[in-house]
């Protein structure tokens, strides 16, 4: 049986979780359509994450996915964050505003919040997907006797590996060419930085679970590319911002059709974790950052997050946090139910161009 036939949806598609930007109505309008549409709730507690779902079930019988962020525990560092927050406070007075008095974390892993386990194992959503590693075993086995689908983000071959020997059931293959928060176990390692297709073909040749390819896919011909490497479905994300059903502002809606969409870039600068995002004033700090240390993620998104509000408060948006892959240039604008049924169309087309010219030079 396929992962597609496992989870109950027809499209070999997911849209990606994108907290911040990925609405219950958007992975409503994606389920209803005939692909899997994903809420992230990583960025909120266990009412919030509550509430989500609750509207995710009012819009659609159909399965979804709820993803979990799922972070080494963020260390303090008193000294550390103050001198993050006076390298930055030149950018916060430009703005006429005062750097927060201290940073703290905005978000709880997966791994230290016992109530959205709690409320997961209560609800038991169809799918539940990890992202930056994986919770512990209890709270697998317990998500598994619920009958939940748990899929996970691996960038490398030794992370997939992680994945199968925790039992999750299938791989979601991140490239580097992927949109927001590389999903890397411990962002202080080396990293390989592998491509989605070669990344792809590695997990299906040498891993062991199915693959969904992730990482600078957006139309059918990409995903059709995925389906012949051997990955049993495509994850979507950035091809999804523009979609009205998005939460993305308008800031971010036009950086994404703009030039800027040519020159993505990662930075930890954020948040403290790599992330790709549109080139913007925020990411090009990375040339004067020099050897100073950040906070650990997500404290660092404490300073990041208060200085984009300064800024916009003054009417500059180059401080936001926007997220997208390399594909961002090949970004539609047109509600999330259209471009799954576009991206289905362009999918079929490809496999009869694909097979007719098999048969032509057969």
């Excluded at 990925?22 to 309008?29: G, K, R």
């Excluded at 703005?95 to 978000?107: D, H, I, Q, V």
């Excluded at 997966?110 to 409320?119: P, V």
């Excluded at 790709?276 to 090009?284: E, G, I, V």
């Amino acid at each position: 049986m396929t992962l597609m036939q496992r989870i109950g949806f027809d499209i070999p598609l997911v849209q990606a979780p994108m907290a911040g930007t990925s609405t219950p109505a958007m992975a409503a309008a994606v389920s209803n359509a005939g692909a899997l549409g994903s809420i992230a709730v990583g960025a909120t507690d266990a009412a919030g994450a509550r509430a989500m779902i609750a509207e995710v079930h009012e819009r659609t019988g159909r399965p979804f996915n709820v993803n979990l962020f799922v972070h080494r525990t963020p260390v303090a560092d008193a000294e550390r964050e103050a001198g993050w927050l006076d390298w930055l406070r030149a950018l916060f007075v430009e703005f006429g505003a005062e750097p927060p008095a201290a940073l703290t974390s905005p978000y709880t892993s997966f791994a230290d919040d016992t109530e959205m386990l709690a409320l997961l194992v209560e609800t038991a959503p169809p799918v539940v997907s990890f992202h930056f590693g994986l919770p512990g075993a209890e709270a697998i086995a317990a998500l598994r006797a619920r009958g939940v689908m748990l899929l996970a983000t691996a960038t490398s071959l030794d992370e997939a590996r992680a994945l199968e020997a925790a039992g999750i059931d299938a791989v979601v293959a991140q490239g580097i060419e992927a949109g927001g928060h590389r999903g890397m176990f411990d962002p202080a390692a080396p990293d390989a930085q592998l491509g989605t297709m070669a990344l792809t073909r590695l997990l299906v040749r040498q891993g062991g679970l199915p693959v969904i390819a992730a990482g600078g896919i957006m139309d059918g011909a990409g995903i059709a590319a995925a389906l012949d490497l051997g990955a049993q479905a495509a994850q979507l994300g950035t091809a999804f911002v523009a979609c009205p059903e998005s939460a993305a502002d308008d800031a971010y809606r036009a950086a994404l059709m703009s030039p800027a969409a040519f020159r993505t870039t990662l930075t930890p600068l954020v948040s403290g974790r790599p992330a790709r995002a549109l080139a913007n004033r925020f990411t090009a700090l990375s040339a004067q950052v020099g050897d100073r240390r950040m906070p650990d993620y997500p404290i660092a998104y404490h300073a990041g997050k208060a200085l984009n509000a300064a800024a916009k408060a003054r009417g500059e948006h180059g401080f936001g946090a926007q997220w997208a892959g390399q594909g961002a240039p090949l970004a539609r604008a047109m509600p999330a139910a259209e471009l799954v049924t576009t991206l289905a169309a362009e999918l079929a087309a490809a496999r009869t161009a694909a097979h007719a010219d098999g048969a032509s030079t057969g």
